[in-house]
């Protein structure tokens, strides 16, 4: 406890940089799934736009393996 208890207290300055970085991350992440969406209103699933964007070859390299 008393290492643990110093080396909590400085980490406690990276809290508010990190929290604004996974929200801009998650910012991103909402964006992206909402233009997914508007290009494929009639769903889509993730093998759909794979093989729709980067064609049939990248499009089903899980069903190869």
């Known amino acids: ?5 110093p080396l909590g207290l400085v ?6 940089p990190l929290t604004f970085a ?3 991350l998650l910012t ?11 290009a494929y209103p009639n769903g889509g699933g993730s093998y759909t ?6 064609g049939s070859g990248l499009g089903c390299w899980r069903a190869r393996r």
């Open 28 to 38: 991103i992440v909402y964006f992206s799934y909402r233009q997914t969406i508007a």
């Open 1 to 5: 406890m008393t290492i643990l208890l």
């Open 22 to 24: 996974v929200i801009a």
């Open 49 to 54: 736009v794979a093989r729709e964007n980067l």
């Open 11 to 16: 980490g406690i300055r990276y809290v508010v």
